[in-house]
């Protein structure tokens, strides 16, 4: 009887562990490295003072993906955690007020038809559009390996790819149908975790409103971190081995063949290596001379989604004037933009997300007060200096007051951050970015870097530098992609 093949995977961030969790069900010998001293990667929890901070996603966005996932594998995401639907989904904070955007798809009909009579109908129909792209991207594109433009040769998928709108910008549509610059903000903001403008990203990606308003906005009782939690209990289930503080210092090879990982100046001999770390790091860091996938020039003209700067607060009284999900998009969304995307600098005037979890979960936070998630987005690459932080910090603060009507700085009894820096020395995050490539037409499918190393066999990747992109359900499926490959390759 032959032993088993022997698979590692570097990192355990949502994408390594669901391609852990495949090989493992599938018979082979699985072993998981990861750097930090926990699972999750950037889905990572922190536990301080009687707060549970989710330290990166705080959306849980197509809940069918994962429960798909944990399906296929004789689960249901219940076995785990409980999920309730958030209603009013999130606030929107605009120059003239709030927006509360309800859950469902007839009650955001009805808020857009009072604020711009006729535009229910345009949502109405922009939907529909949006569900067959998130259905046919979803099913027929995204799951694809994407390692080659024959896959796509299928006169079924060439018509299909004509109505997915991929030459066309999402803005030029939202425009052309809504007038009202906070129902425009509003179904524009979605794309911005694919990290590109809207005016630059593919009207396909509406399918990301399919998500937000006839999907739903959804949060796992106890935290983001309990999705993580459930895939690290799966993958024990499933035989997984985890490794933890134990960072990957080379990836060995003979000839054009990998044969393991070096960890802890010690060799372990594997038959496959999936790479569900920083893809950059990888082909700069691990592989030697030689043996990068991608030229360091490649790297440099990809075009990054932002970073981030977060800041993680304890605070100890209760906020009104907050919901679970806020947005506050009352600054020039397009200044914002120009300074994100095109400047590189530090934003004088941002946009920025502020989550409050325990107004839905009493759990995270004492009884009495509130565990605040604010999350800035930055540029990649940008020169990250305390000064710059504290200056923004405040900026965003003062505003945050100012909409609440109440002090909130005195009242912070825990305060952690992380910006750019830190994202490249917990995660070897290229440039510090904090949501991988931006998802423009020129970085999708195969344009994007490759799921299998197309020299050295044996080397695989995985995560949300890869096919199809950033965010938890598209590394997720990222995982299982490379999970399969490396599965047809060594049956």
Sequence with gaps: MKSPKRVAIIGTGISGMAAAIELADKGMRVTAFEKNASYGGRGRQHLAQGYAFDLGPSWYWMPDIFEAFFNRYGKSTSDYFELVRLDPSYRIVHRQGVLDAPAGREACEAVFEQREPGSSQFLHAFLDEARYKYETGMSDFVRRPSLRWSEFFDLRLLKAALRLDMLTPLEKIVYRGVRDEVLRQWLCFPVLFLGAK??????????????DIDLGTWYP??????????????????????????????????GPAVTGLVVDDREHLFDAVIAAADYHHVDSQLLGAGRAHYTERYWQQRELAPSSLIYYLGV?????????????????????????YDEGGWPEDPLFYVCAPSKTDPSVAPAGKENLFI?????????????????????????????????????IEYKMEMGPDDFVSAYNSFKGNAYGLANTLRQTAVLKPSLRHRRMKGLYYAGQLSHPGPGLPPSLISGQISAGLVIDDLQ
Excluded: W
């Design 316 to 340: 100890g009284k209760k906020l009104d004037g907050l919901l679970h999900h806020n947005l506050f998009f009352d600054a020039d969304f397009d200044r914002h933009a120009t300074s994100i």
């Design 221 to 254: 009782m106890g935290g983001m971190f309990r999705l993580f939690e459930a895939m690290y209990q799966l993958a024990l289930e499933k035989g997984v081995e985890f490794h933890f503080n134990a960072p990957v210092s080379a990836i060995k090879s003979q």
């Design 198 to 211: 809207p005016s630059r990203t593919p009207a396909l990606y509406s399918l990301m409103n399919h998500a």
């Design 375 to 411: 999350l800035i987005p930055l540029a990649p690459g940008i020169h990250d200096t305390p000064e710059a932080r504290s200056q923004l910090y405040n900026k965003v603060m003062h505003r945050i007051e100012s909409r609440v009507g109440e002090s909130i700085r005195p009242h």
